[in-house]
Antibody
Framework: EVHLVESGGDLVKPGGSLRLSCAAS????????MSWARQAPGQGLEWVGR??????????DYAAPVKGRFTISRDDSKNTLYLQMSSLKTEDTAVYYC???????????WGQGTLVTVSS | DIVMTQSPDSLAVSLGERATINCKSS????????????LAWYQQKPGQPPKLLIY???TRESGVPDRFSGSGSGTDFTLTISSLQAEDVAVYYC?????????FGQGTKLEIK
């Protein structure tokens, strides 16, 4: 059974940094493409970014609002996905979800999410 | 970016009746080489992560009741719940995974009339 467990969410001041982790199990993480999405309180879903497998070049794509501030990385030896967030803004306040992409890029597994609050 | 627009924003349907949610993309999400529409539907209940219901426009995820069905192609898609049950009260989202950014619709809130 696939498990994705996010951690690292916290209260951080505007301009600060934070790193989220997503511990993965139940599948071959090394060949999986992974994504992050977020959901601000009471709002809809927003795609944050994607990282391909190292075999496929570990290519990263980002949504415009986070490009240049957020970095997605992976450690296949630890079966862990990361989201490094810097220059945080109040509008980055959200629950952040880790997502496994299946065959053809189907977003078929989601974690429970971790809350990031950016506030002074 | 591909813009996904759902309609309506909210919907109230009687138990046992049909519920229909529409999703329109600003450009086609049909990949011609495999004839697949890269379109998924999710159900989200309060305090829970989204749950994948349907992918490739019409393929039900394992364990999803067959009262949920998806249809459409190109830029116009529909999620249908054939006979609404109380447990179907939720917010429903469409998402295209044809091209990054993998954009979502704004969501449709489904309630019981």
């Amino acid at each position: 059974e696939v498990h994705l467990v996010e951690s690292g969410g916290d209260l951080v001041k505007p301009g600060g940094s934070l790193r989220l982790s997503c511990a993965a199990s139940g599948f071959t993480f090394a060949i999986a493409w992974m994504s992050w999405a977020r959901q601000a309180p009471g709002q809809g879903l927003e795609w944050v970014g994607r990282i391909k497998s190292n075999i496929d070049g570990a290519i990263r794509d980002y949504a415009a609002p986070v490009k240049g501030r957020f970095t997605i990385s992976r450690d296949d030896s630890k079966n862990t996905l990361y989201l490094q967030m810097s220059s945080l803004k109040t509008e980055d306040t959200a629950v952040y979800y880790c997502i496994k992409l299946g065959v053809g890029g189907v977003p078929n597994e989601w974690g429970q999410g971790t809350l990031v609050t950016v506030s002074s | 970016d591909i813009v996904m627009t759902q309609s309506p924003d909210s919907l109230a349907v009687s138990l046992g009746e049909r519920a229909t949610i529409n999703c329109k993309s600003s450009q086609s999400v049909l990949y011609s080489s495999n004839n697949k529409n890269y379109l998924a539907w999710y159900q989200q209940k309060p305090g829970q992560p989204p749950k994948l219901l349907i992918y490739w426009t019409s393929t039900r995820e394992s364990g999803v009741p067959d009262r949920f069905s998806g249809s459409g192609s190109g830029t116009d898609f529909t999620l249908t719940i054939s006979s609404l049950q109380a447990e179907d009260v939720a917010v429903y989202y469409c998402q295209q995974y044809y091209d990054t950014p993998h954009t979502f619709g704004q969501g449709t809130k489904l309630e019981i009339k």
